[in-house]
């Protein structure tokens, strides 16, 4: 199962959330009609950095969409896959890279969906899967009773058989070596986990396939009697991505294929789960309703009684390095979305990609502001 329309009341939801508190650095008062018709997201890996160091002419393509008072002028959003850290803590990151102001509300990672899910499980045991904070993340959305799998697997001695053997220095909850038992912050060996959140890369596949067949195979409780899978989720679905290392690298999607490949051979019965990120339409979607509130922002009009509805955009710019994400996704959501494949990341062809051809190939992301720019007559 690729994706569950889990989402059939969220976009009312985000609306109403983020319009309450929307007004902080965008509230200098504009004149109507200067208001954009066109707003972007711009992917992250592989167009706006590599790694963390900024590519294509990026931070001076993201400096023209703001106004010289530092204030901003066009509406654009990051849209990645990626994440492992609060939004706020990410926006922190992207302004000290690209040297722009960026809010939070600006930064839509693959795992921002998650928040739309809490009230299933806000007071459920849950564990939060991969490198960065996943555990920080899920509490920021408000889950409160969420461990790391880090954290999980280290109070169950032995579910990891190679754990001596690796080197490297995940963070031990306890001292493996003791005597001592231990007191995990909630019951996890009689209260099952009620859903497990891959919420970023997994930096210990084996391990964390090993334990995730655990919770899945056994309702939640590793080394128990087998039970009814828990939910699993994804936050994204990309097979590979473009990181510092000159060829791509494996991504969620490639973990995905791994954990169900030995799930189902072990299990005996096929996984059941849900992917978010892109291409899922709702990614657009979703991020159409943030565009739209920051031209609210930006202008301060009327917009703002009724959540941003009021605004309706005649283009939005998807500008990425994947066909398979980027491209793809712009092109499920249709319009008023309009596609710029970047020659920075994953692709690196010199026409079109053949399965999923943008409405636009161009070198770098600095081309592709300018091309806009010119355009809109922005
Ligand atoms: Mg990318």
Not at 212 to 222: A, E, K
């Amino acid at each position: 199962m690729r994706f569950r329309c889990v989402f059939k009341t969220s976009l009312a939801n985000i609306k109403t959330t983020r319009s309450r508190c929307f007004r902080r650095s965008y509230s200098q008062l504009q004149p109507q009609s200067d208001r954009p018709s066109f707003g972007i997201a711009f992917d992250i890996d592989g167009v706006i950095l590599r790694g963390r160091t900024p590519i294509g002419g990026s931070p001076r393509a993201l400096r023209r969409l703001y106004r010289d008072d530092g204030t901003l002028k066009i509406p654009f959003l990051f849209l990645t896959n990626g994440g492992g850290v609060p939004e706020s803590k990410r926006a922190s990151e992207l302004s000290e890279l690209l040297g722009i102001q960026i809010s939070p509300r600006q930064v839509v990672q693959g795992h921002s969906p998650f928040k739309e899910v809490v009230n299933w499980y806000e007071n459920e045991l849950i564990v939060a899967v991969g490198k960065g904070e996943p555990a920080a993340v899920m509490s920021e959305y408000g889950f409160k009773q969420v461990l790391s799998m880090d954290e999980y697997a280290s109070y169950f001695k032995d579910i990891d058989p190679l754990s001596h053997y690796k080197t490297r220095g995940i963070k031990q909850t306890y001292d493996e070596n003791s005597s001592k038992e231990l007191v995990p912050r909630y019951d996890v060996y009689s209260d099952r986990v009620k859903a497990a959140f891959v919420v970023s890369d997994p930096s210990d596949w084996g391990r964390d396939i090993q334990v995730l067949c655990d919770i899945l195979r056994y309702g939640g409780l590793p080394g128990r009697d087998k039970g009814h899978q828990p939910p699993i989720y994804f936050a994204s679905d990309d097979l590979e991505y473009q990181a510092a290392f000159p060829t791509e690298r494996l991504g969620m999607g490639a973990f995905r294929i791994a954990l169900e490949g030995i799930f189902n051979s072990v299990s005996g019965s096929p996984l059941k789960y849900t992917s978010f990120g892109k291409p899922n339409p709702f990614v657009f979607k979703n991020a159409e309703v943030i565009l739209t509130q920051l031209v609210s922002d930006i202008y301060h009009s009327q917009d703002n009684m009724d959540g941003g509805t009021g605004h309706e955009f005649s283009t939005l710019y998807m500008i990425g390095d994947n066909p398979k994400v980027d491209i793809n996704g712009a092109m499920k959501a249709g319009r008023p979305w309009f596609s710029i494949l970047t020659r920075t990341g994953v692709f690196k062809g010199q026409d079109n990609d053949t399965q999923f051809p943008a409405d636009l190939v161009i070198d770098t992301v600095e081309e592709a502001v300018d091309h806009i720019l010119k355009k809109e007559h922005a």
